[in-house]
């Protein structure tokens, strides 16, 4: 059986596309990092899994690496890249990190309805072209798109082709070429492509060097020396540097495919709810206005109501009770305590639920 | 000192410097795009100066004024 899995940005729509394929109802919350493990379900005698919203594959957060040792370890048949396209650059900065990993990638560029909104255009062929990932167009939450969608899964599991690496700049590329040709690349474990491992000896990536047996001692001093250039070429730590010719990639992919048609319109309600000097002033007014409308308007009327109803209920009781000559004591326990304790206490849950129904 | 990117104020437009913060900030704000030379625009500020909106590589990020003060301008 294959597996396909499903990588992107947090709040880009997997777990919606998830559900979609599945038909399981996992909680989709509005906003970022709400799968936090990873899911699965079937569609199509395809296993699909559901991994935890990423913005890189760093070896820091648990969900980073979780995603990451999944795809490593697991070695799903496909990596579904489900991409905001309203968000185009930044998540081709995950792309890029995806796109080493020597699996076959899907590019799913999802929210194509909210794209027309925001007047951006993404030529796809040219994207496809750029990345060496098959692209496909879809609307995960209005269902749009999931026939073509069926199709690429299909044709790209067939093909069975890992995408282009993103090429950085020459001088990162001659050193990466240098790492690879040592013996010791050939120790990393099965499924990690080389290029990748020698980016991670770059970056001293803790967790790929925790996996591997110790550096032996000149290969060190070389990779020693390797990162000092580096430093010294870019002013900062390999790390950043790799970080920096990541997004350098992506700018430029992310330039020749996309065009903006206009500028969103910026004003908005949000301008004032959530601008700095107007925020508090009308959540007093907003606040104000409840309180009015709940105790004021609709908690004037039927709290009159109710007191009519128990001052009424009351005086009848004491004129029944009176003439039938029960003892003052026990009418009083009657009228004054439990009538009247009754009545203004519901009067009050009245008037507190219509606040805060309002 | 160089400028950092909490003393902006809204509508102010900078170019990214380095990162002066532990590996894990630095990369993390790294990965949300604040690379040397990207554009960053403050978009809004909280009611009370914090937390701070930024707009960068064509969205938007929320910021604390902690981890503003880290990214350094030019």
């Given at each position: 059986m294959q597996t396909i899995a499903l990588i992107g940005n947090p709040n880009c729509g997997k777990t919606t596309l998830f559900n979609e394929l599945t038909g399981i109802t996992a909680y989709v919350g509005n906003w970022p990092g709400v799968t936090v493990e990873k899911k699965e379900g079937m569609w199509n005698n395809i296993k699909v899994l559901d991994l935890p919203g990423v913005y890189s594959l760093s070896p820091y957060s648990p969900e980073e690496k979780l995603s990451r040792r999944y795809i490593l370890d697991e070695q799903p048949d496909l990596i579904v890249d489900v991409i905001d396209a309203t968000n185009l650059e930044r998540s081709l900065y995950l792309t890029s990190q995806l796109a080493e990993l020597g699996r076959s990638v899907l590019l799913v560029l999802n929210m194509q309805d909210l794209l027309e909104r925001e007047g951006i255009v993404i030529d796809t062929k040219r994207l496809s072209l750029m990345t060496g990932c098959p692209v496909v167009s879809i609307s995960a939450s209005k269902g749009i798109g999931l026939e073509s969608f069926k199709k690429e899964v299909e044709h790209a599991l067939k093909e069975n082709k890992a995408p282009a690496c993103p090429l950085f700049s020459n001088y990162v590329e001659n050193l990466l070429t240098t790492i690879i040709e040592d013996d010791y690349l050939h120790l990393i474990p099965s499924g990690r492509p080389q290029r990748w491992a020698a980016i991670k000896l770059l970056e001293e990536d803790e967790l790929f060097l925790s996996s591997m047996p110790p550096i032996p001692e000149a290969f060190a001093?070389?990779?020693?020396?390797?990162?000092?250039?580096?430093?010294?070429?870019?002013?900062?730590?390999?790390?950043?540097?790799?970080?920096?010719q990541r997004y350098k990639v992506a700018e430029h992919i992310a330039k020749h495919c996309q065009t903006k048609k206009f500028q969103k319109k910026r004003f908005n309600f949000d301008t004032i709810a959530t601008?700095?000097?107007?925020?508090?002033?009308?959540?007093?007014?907003?606040?104000?206005?409840?309180?009015?409308?709940?105790?004021?308007?609709?908690?004037?009327?039927?709290?009159?109501?109710?007191?009519?109803?128990?001052?009424?209920?009351g005086s009848n009781l004491s004129i029944l009770l009176d003439s039938l000559g029960v003892f003052p004591l026990l009418s009083g326990i009657l009228i004054d305590g439990i009538i009247a304790g009754v009545g203004s206490v519901l009067t009050l849950c009245l008037n507190s639920s219509s606040f805060s129904s309002c | 000192m160089a400028k950092t990117m909490d003393e902006l104020t809204v509508g102010q437009?900078?170019?990214?410097?380095?990162?002066?913060?532990?590996?894990?900030?630095?990369?993390?704000?790294?990965?949300?795009?604040?690379?040397?030379?990207?554009?960053?625009?403050?978009?809004?500020?909280?009611?009370?100066g914090d937390p701070m909106e930024v707009a960068l590589r064509g969205y938007n990020l929320c910021l604390r004024k902690a981890e503003a003060r880290v990214i350094e301008l030019r």
């Open positions: 001093e070389f990779l020693h020396q390797a990162k000092t250039n580096l430093r010294l070429h870019f002013e900062d730590d390999p790390e950043a540097i790799i970080i920096d601008s700095r000097f107007g925020a508090i002033p009308l959540f007093i007014a907003i606040m104000g206005a409840v309180f009015y409308l709940s105790i004021g308007l609709v908690g004037g009327y039927t709290t009159g109501i109710l007191e009519n109803f128990f001052a009424y209920l | 437009r900078a170019e990214v410097g380095a990162i002066k913060a532990p590996k894990q900030l630095k990369r993390r704000l790294m990965d949300m795009g604040f690379t040397k030379g990207v554009d960053v625009e403050v978009v809004k500020m909280a009611p009370m």
